[in-house]
């Protein structure tokens, strides 16, 4: 909540992407104006950008997967909408729409799906200060697919360095090399082993790290880096088991990975 922003000032952070509450399944807490001002004054105290709204319930209630024209798709889109409306409010310029959970989208009926749904309401974005992105572990060849079919300056990609190599078997600098560097809105930094998500320190686990930073200095990637390792897991092996101390570290790595790869 928003008791994280003098935590992470303290930390060096420069920002930091917020969670949506629940979404739908909690009536869109963050449309509280209560709320959105507990943020956008601590954010301000402590000049802390909030980059992002990450809206994980929504994947959670089947997202993109949820069929238009059933309650269920009715739900999807209201979620789309809103928590455009709730980015305007808090000036926030992008919220991240994940497909995971039940909305991963498995079958070519899926993709159609979340297609049709993104062009329904993308239209709405073009006209605000406002994009989407969304967090897929498709291909670049089917990202670009959709894009085209959405045809909207306001969607975007949300890239992750592991969930495709962990759920898909993927190079992530592969993919990476494929997608249009202008279509990536920002990127979740976690690393790990091919079986466990996030559970080592930036740039000793099994995700290739070093060679992404790699490709995104080639081609001129100047976005925010979310870092999004899982800290307060039990699972985690890093040298510390306190979570602040290895957040830490991770940003001092990250900042000099950056500076260091060639």
């Known amino acids: 909540g928003p008791a994280i922003f003098p935590i992470v000032k303290d ?17 869109f807490p963050m449309s509280n104006r209560y709320i959105q001002k507990l943020y956008t004054d601590e954010a301000k105290k402590c000049d802390i950008k909030i980059t992002s709204l990450g809206c994980n319930d929504f994947a959670r209630q089947g997202g993109f997967v949820n069929r238009l024209g059933t309650p269920e798709g009715d739900i999807s889109v209201s979620a789309l909408l809103t928590n455009l409306k709730i980015c305007e409010d808090m000036n926030i310029p992008l919220v991240m729409f994940p497909c995971f959970w039940k909305g991963f989208l498995n079958t070519e009926d899926d993709i159609e799906n979340a297609a049709k749904m993104l062009r329904s309401v993308c239209k709405y974005y073009d006209d605000t200060p406002v994009n989407i992105a969304i967090e897929t572990i498709l291909s670049p060849v089917k990202i670009k697919e959709i894009l085209n079919y959405v045809g909207a300056d306001s969607l975007k990609i949300y890239y992750d360095t592991q ?52 490709v995104l200095k080639k081609k001129g990637y100047d976005g925010w880096c979310v870092i999004e390792n899982y800290y307060m897991r039990p699972t985690w092996l890093g040298e510390t088991k306190d979570p602040y101390k290895s957040i830490e570290a991770d940003v001092k790595r990250l900042r000099e990975s950056f500076s260091s790869v060639e």
Not at 14 to 22: A, E
Request: proline residues 4%; charged residues 20%; contains cysteine.
């Open 11 to 27: 930390l060096g952070i420069k920002g930091i992407q917020i969670d949506d509450w629940g979404s739908y399944a909690q009536s």
């Open 163 to 214: 969930n495709t190599q962990y759920f898909a078997n993927a190079y992530p600098p592969g993919e990476l090399k494929a997608l249009d560097i202008r279509d990536i809105s920002e990127i979740h930094f976690k690393d790990g082993l091919k079986n466990q998500q996030a559970c080592c320190p930036l740039g000793t686990g099994e995700t290739f790290f070093r060679e992404t930073i790699c």
